[in-house]
């Protein structure tokens, strides 16, 4: 499924999406470990483009945006930043869930608790594994 343009992904957002995978933060490497491979019962993708923007990870299927969030997201104009996007993903229609990495390192069943009754609520035949 593409969920961007092809001019977009090649000058602007491939390398960005590339650069992300091959050098994650702790906590969403932590967080890809429990989502990759259906290990929560949903394919998630992660850095994946969508529109303008590259989230951390998505289950298409679903229509949902899982964004894992450092310290500079307490930063005030990073959080305007961040509330504007999530607004434009949602108007895209996906629901978008954020965690703090301390939530996703220190509280990770917790984090994927919650996932799993989104998934429940938007993915059909979604069984938890």
């Not at 969403?28 to 290990?39: P, V």
């Not at 989230?55 to 964004?67: G, Q, S, T, Y």
């Not at 307490?74 to 978008?96: I, K, M, N």
């Not at 869930?97 to 509280?107: D, M, Q, S």
Request: proline share 3%.
């Amino acid at each position: 499924m593409y969920t961007t343009d092809a001019k977009r992904w090649m000058t602007s957002l491939k390398d960005y999406a590339r650069h992300n995978r091959k050098n994650p933060t702790p906590a969403e490497n932590h967080l890809w470990q429990a989502l990759r491979g259906n290990k929560l019962g949903a394919p998630f993708r992660r850095q994946h483009a969508i529109g303008s923007f590259i989230v951390d990870f998505v289950c298409l299927a679903a229509w949902l945006i899982i964004e894992v969030d450092g310290s500079i997201h307490g930063d005030e104009s990073q959080a305007e930043y961040d509330g504007g996007r999530t607004h434009e993903l949602q108007e895209d229609g996906f629901l978008v869930l954020r965690f703090t990495n301390e939530e996703v390192v220190h509280n990770t069943s917790k984090v994927l608790e919650t996932i799993s009754e989104h998934l429940t609520a938007l993915y059909p035949n979604y069984e938890l594994r």
